[in-house]
């Protein structure tokens, strides 16, 4: 069993690392990963914006989309398309949250 002293060392030098990698690059593979996939799930998507709020992990996303394909469906409804969109990597995540629009709203 790991002690917590030695647990919470070892979490505070994985986050450090992640924040240092984070700092270093504009944006991490799993953005441009994620980014990419929504692109082609959702081509008339307006605006989209992934931002990895682990600190450069990958553990936890942040998406902002706004495409017409939502057009007439309830947020919930938005929501699970972008997660079907991303079920694969979903798997892999801690967290996701999600933010839905339509142009012009």
């Known amino acids: 069993m790991i002690s917590l002293s030695r647990f919470l060392l070892r979490n505070r030098f994985v986050s450090e690392a992640c924040q240092a990698h984070r700092v270093l690059s504009t944006q991490t593979e799993g953005e441009l990963r994620i980014t ?5 799930k959702f081509p008339q998507a307006t605006s ?3 931002l990895d709020i682990s600190g450069g992990c990958g553990a936890m996303y942040e998406i902002h989309i706004e495409s017409e394909e939502f057009k007439g469906k309830r947020t919930v409804q938005q929501h699970q398309l972008v997660n079907q969109a991303l079920r694969d990597e979903i798997k892999s995540m801690h ?3 999600i933010f839905t629009d339509v ?3």
């Open 103 to 105: 142009p012009g709203k």
């Open 36 to 40: 990419q996939i929504l692109k082609e």
């Open 95 to 97: 967290g996701l949250r």
């Open 48 to 50: 989209l914006k992934v």
